[in-house]
């Protein structure tokens, strides 16, 4: 008998707090209407920010398991990066990559089935 897969939800917040707030409370209202559901929380660390890896471990234990967290690590250093008020999306576009690899391996996994992509309105530069 072949198992369905699971319908997978990615969701790429923008590196900043409150974005990451938000997006974790939309994915535990999915999570608890959705049973076939599991979502992937793509994070972005920014280097001077220890907040958003602080939060991710408070909730690690308290979290469904079909909420995870996944860390993406960008090849150049930060240092690369200049500290201006386009620094967001400086930031951002670096990581366009990792962003692009993590949702192919998804799409291309045997376990479930990349159903749809939540990104937040300032991270539209990662997926071109």
Known sequence: MNEMKKAELVFIPSPEMGHLVSSVELAKLLIEREEQLSITVLIMKPPFDTNI????NSLSASLSSRIRFLELIKE???SQLT?????LFQFIDSHKS????VLA???NSVSSDLSGI???????????
């Open 53 to 56: 890896i602080n939060y991710r």
């Open 76 to 78: 150049e250093p930060s």
């Open 83 to 87: 500290f201006s008020h386009s620094f």
């Open 98 to 101: 990792c962003v692009k690899e």
């Open 105 to 107: 391996k998804i799409s």
């Open 118 to 128: 939540v990104i937040d309105m300032f991270c539209t530069s990662s997926l071109m």
